[in-house]
């Protein structure tokens, strides 16, 4: 096990889908937003390729892999959730699979290729850099969750770049920032197709955003039904637990 492990590091299980992940309490570790966006999003089984941006210590394309045989490829900033995220492949034995690049997400269709891809996903900051606190804050966090290195149109710009035409992209995000992302879709040939909304529980406002895109798609918005985390006694829902930890049945 020593091998795998650096520093304060561990591994965690995605339960699931059966995999183990590197993780680090010293750095940005995935949430339940990880989980949603690669349940969420439509991706083909047996062939293509997909792009996920900003995929940290790499989880989303774990969590991918156990959905399809598509090659996938990750982004990621930061050497230490790039290094991270190449152990836990390895630690999986998927790099017949998945393949980590190292680089800034604005880059990436010059060194990844320009509408080559069938499905990208993207996890992006959520804040804005001048809502960054200085409080506990470590640089891994705050590069992370805050638009630091990247805006949400710098993202949305480079999804599309990477994407065929009529292909798919999907994140995650804020409900604040809705009319921020469709605004941003629409002037990058990206046409929001699937809404869905997430609440932490029944009664409370949607605290996250799931939305995919056809590039060059036509109009035709589907608002799918809400998706509840917790019910009253602070469980989470049926739906929530199948997401984590598979079929129970």
């Known amino acids: 096990m020593e091998k795998w492990l650096k520093e304060d590091e561990r591994l965690d299980y995605l339960l699931a889908e059966n995999l183990r992940i590197i993780q680090s309490p010293s750095v940005f570790s995935f949430s339940l937003d990880a989980v949603l966006l690669a349940r969420f999003v439509q991706i083909p089984k047996n062939k293509g390729h997909i792009v996920d941006l900003c995929s940290g210590n790499g989880v989303i394309p774990l969590f991918l892999s156990a ?3 598509a090659k996938i490829t990750g982004v990621e900033l930061q050497p230490r959730l790039h290094d991270m995220a190449t152990r836990s492949i390895a630690y999986n034995q998927l790099e ?6 190292l680089g800034d997400v604005n880059d990436a269709p010059k060194t990844l290729g320009i509408e080559k891809y069938d499905v990208v996903t993207c996890n992006p900051p959520y804040f804005l850099a001048h809502e960054l606190s ?4 470590s640089e891994h966090y705050a590069i992370a969750r805050h638009e630091i290195h990247l805006t949400l149109e710098q993202a949305v710009e ?17 409900p604040g920032r809705l009319i921020d992302i469709i605004m941003a879709m629409r002037a990058n040939r990206l046409e929001p197709k699937r809404i869905q909304f997430v609440y932490p529980k029944r009664g409370k406002e949607a605290n996250t955003l799931l939305i995919e895109a056809m590039k060059d798609g036509k109009p035709d918005l589907k608002v799918l039904p809400p998706l509840y985390v917790y ?16 079929d129970e049945n």
């Open 67 to 69: 959905r399809t045989k």
């Open 96 to 101: 017949h699979q998945i393949e980590m690049q």
């Open 134 to 137: 200085e409080k506990n804050t």
């Open 158 to 174: 480079a999804s599309s770049r990477l994407l065929k035409q009529g292909g798919k992209v999907a994140f995650v995000h804020r």
């Open 231 to 246: 019910e009253d006694n602070n469980e989470y829902t049926p739906e929530v637990r199948a997401l984590l930890y598979g």
